[in-house]
C-alpha cells in the first residue's frame, strides 16, 4: 500500500490535471459563488509549500 503522502500527491495530480482542463474553458467560474475566491489563493499556496523539497531528508537506510 503507498504511503499518505504519495496517495495524496496522486489525488493532488488528477485534480489538477481536472483544473487545467476546466481552465482552458473559463465559462464555469460564473457559477462559483464569490466567497469562494479568497480561499482559491491559501489552498494553491498549501499545496505548493507541502510540494516543496525537504530540506531534511530522512537518513537512508543503506550501510556501506
Do not use: C
Amino acid at each position: 500500500m503507498p504511503s499518505t503522502k504519495v496517495l495524496t500527491q496522486l489525488l493532488v495530480a488528477v485534480l489538477a490535471a481536472v483544473v487545467i482542463h476546466l481552465g482552458q474553458d473559463t465559462a464555469w467560474l460564473g457559477y462559483l459563488p464569490g466567497w469562494l475566491a479568497p480561499l482559491l489563493g491559501p489552498v494553491i499556496g498549501a499545496l505548493a509549500a507541502y510540494f516543496k523539497a525537504e530540506t531534511r531528508p530522512a537518513p537512508s537506510s543503506f550501510n556501506q
